[in-house]
């Protein structure tokens, strides 16, 4: 864990191209990627189930054991709401994903009271502790996202909801949705945790963000959304014709694609 944690010291932006399988997490390492961290919609989808908690969490640890087979950076796994409403529980799923090889989690607190997401933090840190092991706990917060307080309020909100996870234990703040560079400024200054926000239509460049105190950045499911969008426009011109269209001709070589999994 402390080689994912030093990649949160602030020297660079930690830019993270949320992988949803085994195969995905494999191509963006090769591309350079520091760490990998999932998408829980796209594993989800990847399954065959609807995001928000619907993935069954035996599934959601066997997806990032795979992923943890095959890449050799950090893994983060986007853990939902933990996969249960007992934080005991909660501490388990997660020491499971430590046992896998995960270094961090995003750990959401969505239309739940912000104590119950404390208390899922504080019972993850003493579970991990009592295994001699840690991990990165990232929480998220939808007060953006969900628009859990009015437009003026929102600040505000995060950085109560930040102290209270702070005193939990949480080692970094997730804010999606958050784009005005005042509002980054000010929470990423007063929240007392490394901040990370996601790609969204409006947010500042990735430089401008290092300079308004940003420390990770996110590209959430919008990869993988992309990469569903082409395959349906194959399939419907091949369904429709018989051919996959011209994005065939800009499809990644079969070598390249074996060269990712075969051991050298």
């Known amino acids: 864990m402390s080689v994912f944690k030093q990649l949160h010291d602030g020297r660079q932006l930690l830019h993270l191209p949320n992988a949803w399988d085994a195969g995905s997490a494999r191509l963006f390492e090769s591309l350079g990627a520091a760490a990998i961290a999932t998408t829980s919609a796209g594993v989800a989808w990847a399954q065959g189930y609807a995001d928000n908690d619907h993935l069954p969490v035996d599934s959601a640890i066997a997806v990032a054991a795979n992923i943890a087979r095959v890449i050799t950076v950090p893994l983060s796994v986007d853990f939902e709401n933990g996969y249960a409403a007992d934080p005991e529980q909660v501490a388990r799923n997660v020491l499971r994903l430590i046992h896998v090889g995960v270094a961090g989690i995003n750990l959401e607190d969505g239309n739940d009271a912000p104590a119950l997401l404390a208390d899922k933090i504080r019972a993850i840190?003493?579970?991990?502790?009592?295994?001699?092991?840690?991990?990165?706990?990232?929480?998220?917060?939808?007060?953006?996202?969900?628009?859990?307080?009015?437009?003026?309020?929102?600040?505000a909100e995060v950085l109560q909801r930040a102290a209270l996870y702070k005193a939990a234990g949480a080692d970094g703040l997730f804010v999606p949705a958050i784009c005005l560079p005042?509002?980054?400024?000010?929470?990423?200054?007063?929240?007392?945790?490394?901040?990370?926000?996601?790609?969204?239509?409006g947010l500042p460049p990735a430089a401008e963000l290092l300079q308004l105190g940003v420390v990770r950045l996110s590209a959430g499911s919008g990869i993988s959304q992309a990469l569903w969008s082409v395959a349906a426009g194959m399939a419907k011109g091949f369904l429709d014709t018989g051919s996959a269209g011209p994005l065939i001709a800009r499809a990644m070589p079969y070598g390249d694609l074996q060269a990712l999994f075969l051991k050298p």
């Open 182 to 201: 005042d509002d980054i400024k000010a929470v990423a200054a007063d929240a007392g945790l490394p901040l990370n926000v996601m790609d969204w239509p």
């Open 125 to 155: 840190k003493a579970l991990a502790a009592q295994s001699e092991r840690d991990i990165f706990v990232n929480v998220r917060t939808d007060v953006y996202l969900k628009g859990l307080a009015p437009e003026g309020e929102r600040v």
